[in-house]
């Protein structure tokens, strides 16, 4: 088997099905950086899948909650759309796992700056 091939399940022309054309593009270009980095293999596909699929989710909501007649109601009782407030939830959620997959320029700062582990001598 030719070690150079890519897994299947992991290419970037086999980004998840249920996901949209702008879905895909931000897997594949997630996939790019964290090749990139050597970060790259099947269990992080899945979470850059699972945090492109709550994007998609808080993208919907905010549709939802800027809708004109849920803006009316929410001018006029003062309240928030809990549309609104479900997609910052979810937003907030994606922007966690993007900082675990060091896909913000922050967390990529934050490894940069912790110096490598010096390993300790065992025994006397």
Excluded: I, Y
Aim: charged letters at 30%; hydrophobic letters at 45%.
């Amino acid at each position: 088997m030719d070690r150079r091939r890519r897994n299947t399940a992991t290419s970037r022309r086999n980004a998840p099905s249920d996901l949209d054309p702008d879905g895909r593009a931000l897997f594949g270009a997630c996939q790019d950086k964290l090749r990139a980095l050597n970060l790259w293999d099947d269990v992080v596909a899945d979470q850059v899948a699972r945090m492109v699929r709550l994007l998609q989710t808080a993208r919907k909501l905010r549709a939802q909650a800027s809708a004109p007649d849920v803006l009316d109601a929410t001018v006029a009782d003062g309240t928030v759309s809990p549309a609104l407030v479900h997609a910052l939830d979810v937003e907030r959620e994606a922007r966690m796992l993007a900082e675990q997959l060091l896909l913000t320029p922050a967390a990529r700062r934050r490894v940069a700056r912790t110096p490598a582990a010096t390993p300790r001598s065992v025994g006397v």
